[in-house]
C-alpha cells in the first residue's frame, strides 16, 4: 500500500492568496470606514464618561 502524497504546491498557495486575499479585503473595510468608526468610537466614550460622572454625583448625593 502506497502512502499519501502530500498536498500540491497549487492548493497550499490557493489556500494562502485566499487567506490574504481576505485580510486585505478587512483591511479595506477598515480603510473605508475608518472616520466613522472613529467618531463611534468617541461617542461611545463620551457616553461612558457622562454616565460614568452622573453615577458618581449620585453616589455622593446618596453618601452625604
Same mark, same amino acid.
Given at each position: 500500500?502506497?502512502?499519501? *502524497?502530500?498536498? !500540491? *504546491?497549487?492548493?497550499?498557495?490557493? !489556500?494562502? /492568496?485566499? =487567506? #490574504?486575499? /481576505?485580510?486585505? /479585503? @478587512? %483591511?479595506?473595510? +477598515? =480603510? /473605508?470606514?475608518?472616520?466613522? #468608526? @472613529? +467618531? &463611534? #468610537? =468617541?461617542?461611545? *466614550? *463620551?457616553? %461612558? @464618561?457622562? @454616565?460614568?460622572?452622573?453615577? #458618581? ?6 453618601? &452625604?
Amino acid at each position: 500500500m502506497q502512502d499519501k *502524497a502530500k498536498s !500540491t *504546491a497549487p492548493e497550499s498557495i490557493e !489556500t494562502g /492568496r485566499r =487567506a #490574504l486575499s /481576505r485580510i486585505g /479585503r @478587512a %483591511g479595506r473595510w +477598515f =480603510a /473605508r470606514r475608518r472616520k466613522s #468608526l @472613529a +467618531f &463611534h #468610537l =468617541a461617542r461611545g *466614550a *463620551a457616553y %461612558g @464618561a457622562g @454616565a460614568g460622572g452622573v453615577g #458618581l454625583i449620585v453616589w455622593w448625593i446618596e453618601n &452625604h
